[in-house]
């Protein structure tokens, strides 16, 4: 187990000098210069493996797979590419640009909930959850007044 540049864990196989030194194909394998083939793989291979296969075999689960992909993420990114200055990122350094994606997803999100408008809840259940005491009386007769008003509205 070994952890590239990017902080990412792999897996890695190296063959010997000694099995490849002899074999024909060394050269269209190895190239002329390395004496050794060297696989790296993630260490989530037999996740993406899994994934490939449910693909390949089953067409009905991919075209739904896509078709949720297009109409969830795909307009986020459009929206964010077209109208949040997402085209070209002009900051240096990864810090800086980590910032400028992070300030368009938020605003992004900010939007987004500004013109979220909550379903109107029923207040029944909160009346009754209430437990009555000498105060909480006056409590309910306002409950049950605000939600004759809603009702109205």
Do not use: W
Request: glycine share 2%; charged share 30%; net charge positive.
């Amino acid at each position: 187990m070994l952890t590239d540049s990017k902080g990412y864990q792999k897996k890695s196989y190296r063959s010997s000098e000694k099995s490849c030194a002899n074999c024909p194909l060394r050269q269209s394998c190895c190239g002329k210069v390395t004496k050794f083939k060297k696989l790296e793989e993630s260490i989530h291979k037999p996740l993406y493996d899994r994934i490939h296969e449910k693909i390949t075999k089953n067409k009905r689960y991919f075209k739904k797979m896509v078709k949720r992909r297009s109409s969830t993420v795909e307009p986020i990114l459009g929206t964010l590419i077209n109208h949040h200055n997402m085209r070209r990122i002009n900051s240096r350094g990864k810090n800086q640009a980590n910032k400028h994606v992070l300030s368009a997803a938020l605003s992004y999100n900010l939007k987004k909930y500004l013109k979220f408008t909550p379903k109107k809840s029923k207040l029944f259940a909160q009346i009754c959850a209430l437990p009555i005491r000498k105060h909480n009386v006056l409590k309910i007769e306002l409950f049950s007044h605000n939600l004759s008003l809603l009702q109205l509205n």
